[in-house]
């Protein structure tokens, strides 16, 4: 059973920093990626970064130079526990959104697509 567990959210002031970490149990496909994801109520979910186990890194264009994620290394084995970190900077209000991380994720142009796993979330609300 494939689990992602979240962690680091919370309540921080505009410009300020957090990191969120997903850890992830071991996936046996030859190829996939860990994503992470964000939404807020009403709207549509959002891709936010995508790290590939061929060591690609995605970072969306709306946080790119604010938020990064972690590279997986190539030489990460098969059905090993992975961890990827999002770090996240300079946060403004309408970062605030809940974060998900899922996967194995289709790496498709870079872009994490159809994850077959969902964490459960975790909550960035920025305000003064």
């Known amino acids: 059973q494939v689990q992602l567990v979240e962690s680091g959210g919370g309540l921080v002031q505009p410009g300020g920093s957090l990191r969120l970490s997903c850890e992830a149990s071991?996936?046996?496909?030859?190829?996939?990626?860990i994503g992470w994801f964000r939404q807020v109520p009403g709207k549509e979910r959002e891709d936010v970064s995508c790290?590939?186990?061929?060591?690609?890194?995605?970072?969306?264009?709306?946080?790119k130079g604010r938020f990064t994620a972690s590279k997986i290394s190539r030489s990460t084995a098969r059905n090993s526990r992975n961890t990827v970190h999002l770090q996240m900077s300079g946060l403004r209000a309408d970062d605030s959104a809940v974060y998900y991380c899922?996967?194995?994720?289709?790496?498709?142009?870079?872009?994490?697509?159809?994850?077959?796993?969902w964490g459960q979330g975790t909550q960035v609300s920025v305000s003064s």
């Open positions: 790290s590939s186990n061929d060591g690609g890194l995605f970072i969306d264009n709306s946080v």
């Open positions: 071991a996936f046996t496909e030859r190829e996939w990626g």
């Open positions: 899922a996967g194995p994720c289709t790496v498709v142009a870079g872009k994490c697509r159809i994850c077959d796993y």
